[in-house]
């Protein structure tokens, strides 16, 4: 028959657990070393129970969490709308947001390169997606279209290219190939608040490549001309 934990040790227990949500709220790296010193005190001790060590791990952050991500990553997945953690610190750039050309999925915002706290979850958020990915196939409504690289559009631009008014830019809206494409804010926020100088658009099976040049940078959008939209920007400097 199995004793039942005596009292003392559950406050134990649920204080040890208390204190280490806590401490992974304000302290992320260092609730890793709490947690090692945590759990070696409590196996050290003669009188305590091994069930009681179980339950402190299983209650903590550093199994609730994993599987919490799990479990959201799967959700997200099943509705199509799931983003994949960037495997490298850093502060965003104008490519940051690109659609991964391998796994046909957006990035999510990814975490500064002082932002230290979330490097694991991230990690197993990022490594749930990918085995999804490659166990099921791509998520429902991906992209799956052509994907040029930065050179390969140039080279689109350059043989198939056709200028197009600037004015267009102010108006609104491109037609491009006969198709009119919205200027997309994200473009606007990219490339600032002065006019273009210069505007080329070419298009290769169902993808709009088109060229943005300023006074200090060239930009170059690429959006499906089907459903997906938007999906890749490439700067260069003038």
Known sequence: MTRPIPRGWLTTALLATGGLWAWDCWHHQASWASAAVLFAWLAARKHCPRRLVAVVACLSPFVVVPVHVVVATAASYARGDATLARA??????????????????????????????????????????????????????????????????????????????????????????????????????????????????????????????TDSARWVFLTDLGNAGWFATYRSER
């Open 88 to 213: 490298a610190a850093g502060l965003p750039g104008p490519e940051s947001r690109n659609l991964d050309p391998t796994y046909r999925v957006f990035p999510n915002g990814g975490r500064c390169a002082l932002d230290t706290g979330t490097w694991a979850t991230e990690l197993i958020e990022r490594g749930t997606l990918i085995a999804l990915l490659r166990a099921l196939g791509p998520m429902k409504g991906s992209y799956l279209g052509p994907y040029p690289t930065a050179s390969e559009a140039d080279t689109i631009v350059n043989s198939s290219g056709r200028e197009i008014d600037v004015d267009s830019w102010d108006d609104g809206e491109l037609v491009i190939a006969g198709h009119p494409l919205r200027v997309e804010r994200r473009w606007r926020d990219q490339v600032g608040r002065l006019a273009p100088r210069r505007i080329v658009a070419g298009t290769q099976a169902n993808v709009a490549v088109v060229q943005v040049e």
